[in-house]
């Protein structure tokens, strides 16, 4: 254990920033995970595939047409929003009308995140990519022996304010009303007067919009854009989802911060701390788990396996 | 779906065709695809058992390299660093399947996945013992000549004897009890099945076949490292098991078969050619995910359920002399103490008490009714005494002993069984198939006498085979034995039901409104037939709304509103009763 | 112009090995290429190969081999063990291939090899490096210099140029190229006198390495080594340039990748790599390569392209040294490859079969790799 890294309190609050912008980007890509579970019980393998294409796309509009950030971040929703209407129709909806259980909407979903990612391979090729650094300036601010980037203030910012807004759309617009009350019960709902369909895919669009604002935001704070990047933030952003109670939006963003924060934590001072970052990761989600099993946040309900 | 006899064959052939291809134009590829079939059993035990387990790829990696370094660093032979492994994958499943097991679906599909990384980074931290990053080769210990012990026709061997395995099992009381498992738990747990104890057996069983496959792997390649068993392997793993389908073992030998075949195939047909590959390269991973999405939304059942039941149907029913209904079985003799006594019991669901302080005595040999309007609790009380969930307060007692906190699947055993109020049967199996879940408890053959098919095993489901005809018989069901269950008449399966829990033999048996959607005639008929329990010396407890079925045959009612028992005693004293007619027809 | 001086220094480099009048070699010999085309290797597979492509359509324009014709097959492994041994089996036993260049990832070798050894069937690796390959057998021989061969010549260099007492390392570790570079530097920089002030680890798949990074930096070290792949590569010395490290970095090889330098552009600059190859190598078969590769490609060629470009050119000199295709002459003719004129330099196998040329450390200037003094 390395003492003088340990007192040293910029090191620490540095390590904190870092933390959180990381925990940002793991919240922003949960939302929209959680999104889709709380209101529809499914578990959307293929977020991670949706949001590496909104990245591709980002990239396509701002390095190849060169147009500024705000276009690529409204082309990357606009195709996080399509990506994730088709998956509902190709992937989702055909399995609702026979009644089928999570595992297969869980297997179908990987099915068409494997093929989602091979096209990206296939056409885009495995190089790394990243977005032109005319979009953002990459220079950090310093204060204080403190450092923290644009890039990582964008993030926090556009997570509390994605936030805030998913907040106030579910619970004060007719829209967010509905999509609960499907949520709640759908067939009530249905025989409520709600339109089922069209509400599901509103939930859809809107946590494709969600991976695609996380894909710009990891673009930019990583530089690493490549067809595989869904794998990583996948786990973790499952992770969060449980940590934070499956389908509850403020223990998602809650646990991803958490989570960002003991994972910077444990790189920087856990002796050989980024070997083990990942079981670290891991480990604390097992013994969340297993001391309350419906997640930090999530309610206590009857149904066990 | 009879007419189309050449369906299974249109897709056995193809698929069969391919992996003899295989074999014959490149011995390098039989090696993998045996490997890969064995992978498929393992992910079919737990996709069988609705256990989203994403763990094989890290049971495989535990297998290969336990069985790399005991053979290597311990200079041991392969016979016995293999078998090693397997019974370190079968550790390591038991200790993290307790907590693991515990948790719904995604979470365990979540947890198995951290699982196999976790593995990795073990791999990766301990160079010493594994070759770390480098991996277990030449230069770090583990020479190929020494690591390459196997040979193909070990693969082919332990595919059989696997293949054999299963089919054994399949045919057992184990295979029945999956199948019920899968389908209802709930109802298979009143049956005397241990949900937990089966699925722990299933996850245990899957990591050892998918040590062994990593065993051999290890061995046939000849070298590892930690990037052979990444986070898809697990998915390929269980793109087979889904392709073969979850409901049959061989369909997942087929699916692992297929999907491995298949790029091979368009290596062999694409061939080398120069601009071609780059563009086809991901040809396979897109066919891979394109077979998962297609066979989980037009082909649920997979490879196998172009079989059809592929189980052989029981036969039409023997005609024979109608036997007599069986006895309860009664490890004690009746005696004046009461059979189940309800102590104060209470259930709070949240802020809503179903049941409040609800107290009665149940004598042996008596026929006991269950009433009160709608929302009374009565099911819930049902729930309580067969042990789908404990009281929140309060004592149940069975032959003097307490049961509130024992799960259902010991009270089954204690000899109580029930039916459910919206009949919980196993629809996919057949109506004689239901029956004979019911004997669950009472066959009594070690997983060793089914593995070796002793004769025992064979005369014990016989006997369970012939008591289920006999109480279909009884109950006039016999010719509806081969049918599956979800297609009978909703009068019909209630009395499959009750038939199911008459297997068990059960020294009470709660019967929740097993005359709904009867009419006066089955009514009548089915009031006769519970007199005729009665004198067959078996206690029940019968919630229901048809006042009169209740007040002709019923020793003693108990009446419940909002959760309380109102009244008790014999049906004149009840029908009397202020407090129940109030309850019934509301105050003026 | 440049072409005829080519096909007169070939000319000439087939009479140094003193040419057998009569022709024992068939009309065509069939060489194999195994390479990961696929898969997140493909990055360096895709390149070998067109370097392969390259050079034997050149030896077969050239007549090399007189009347003979080289057939390639080049097979896709799929960075996957079992593919690997799969199609080495189909080459060596259906193709009936001479000789077999790859495969690109040693962990691939490991499996895949030992089956050409057996099958007494040459291999020669362009793209691995690790311990142990060449031990394999008599069979297996490299062109890729091994990074312990590199490192400590540029590492010499840098120390004495920047006064080095201090250094820190990031490297990934779940993979063993990365991990056995950063062992090959952390077992130098002492022998150099140098401390060891911090080392730190990513895994695949990571793209925030922020942390580490500090971490590093705040035991303020003179310089900085850096141990990636080439995806992971960009991102490393961006956001190290990002978070203030201002010392000089030594990349391991994954950073001699000229998309490193459209990446990374301004934070690539001051980067010191130890190389085998890079593209200004005034070597003279190194430019009729370079020009040739943007002719054919339209891009401009990495280092593995090089390396695969002159494996098949070292095959082929053995096949016409050797004037047979039989596997076994090949091998031993390789065996005897001394002072052959590659775009690598003046290639020679040592008796380890392992490659034996000059090697350059590099820094980038002017977004250019140039050569370090």
New interface residues.
Partial sequence: MDLSLLSDPVFLLQNLIDGLSRGALYAVYAMGLTLIFGVLDIINLAHAATFMWCAITGWLVMAGLGLPLPAGLLAAMLAGACIALLLEYVAFRPLRREGSDRLSTMISSIGMSLIMVSIAEAVFGVETRRFPSSVLNPRPFHFGGLRISPAQILIVAASVVLMAALGYFIRRTRMGKAIRAIAANQKAARLLGIHVEAVIAVTFVTAGALAGAAGILVGLLTNNIVPDMGGQIQLRGLAVVILGGMGNMEGAVLGGLILGVIETFTIAYLPGGSDLKDAVVFLILFLILFVRPNGIMGRKSAERA | MSGRRWLPWAVVLPIVGLDLFICV?????L??LLINMILALSAFVT?HA?L?SLANAGFMAIGAYASAIISIKLGLPIAVSIPAAVLLCAGVALVIGM?????????????T???G??V???I??TPDLTG????A????GFP?EAM?QTRTWMLGVLLALLAYLFWALSRSRIGRAFRALRENPQAASTMGIDIVAY?RFAFVLSAMIAGVAGAFYAHS???L????FK?NRA?DI??YA?LGGSGQWFGSILGGGFLTALP?LL?EVLG?S?GF???F??LP??I???????V??FL?GGLASVFGAGRKRPGPAAAGPVRELPDPDKATAPSEAPLLVLEDVSRH?GGLEALGKVGFRMQEGLIYGLIGPNGAGKTTLINLVSGL?PPSSGRILWLGREIQQRPAHRIARAGIARTFQNIQLFREMTVLENVIVGRHTHIRTSLLSTLLRLPREGREERSARADALALLERLGLAELAGQRAGNLSYGDQRRVEIARALAMHPRLLLLDEPAAGMNEIETRKLGAFILELKKHGYTLLIVEHHMDLIMKICDEIVVLNFGRKIAQGTPAAVSRDEQVLEAYLGRD | MRRSIFLALLALSGAAFGSHAAAALPPTVKIGAVESLTGDNASYGIPIRKGIELAVAEINASKMLGKTQLVLTVMDDKADKQEGISVFTKLINEEKVAAIIGPTLSSTAFAADPIAQKAGVPVIGTSTTAIGITAMGDHIFRDSLPQAAVIPGTLAKVIAKYKVKKAAILFESTNEYSKSEADVFKAALPKLNVQITGSESYSKGDSDFRTQLSKLNARKPDILVFCSLIGEAIPVLQQAREIGITQPIVGGNGFNNPNVLKNAKEASEGLIVGSSWFIESTVPRSKVFVEAFRKKYGSDPDQFAAQGYTGAYILAAAIKSANSAERGAIRDALAKVRNLETALGTFSFDENRDPQHPSTPLIVQNGRYTLFQ
């Fill in positions: 134009r490149n011995p390098g590829d090696d993998r996709l609705k989203l907590p693991v097991l515990k948790l719904k679906d995604v979470y365990l599909a979540i947890c996945l951290g699982f990384e976790m990795r980074v073990l990766i931290l770390g990053s480098t991996g080769n030449l230069s770090t190929y390459k699925r390649v000849g070298s490292d930690n990037g052979d986070f998915l269980l793109s889904v091979i290596r080398a120069v590959l780059k563009n390269a991901q991973n897109i891979n995910g394109l077979a998962l999405l297609l989980v939304i649920p669901f969930f």
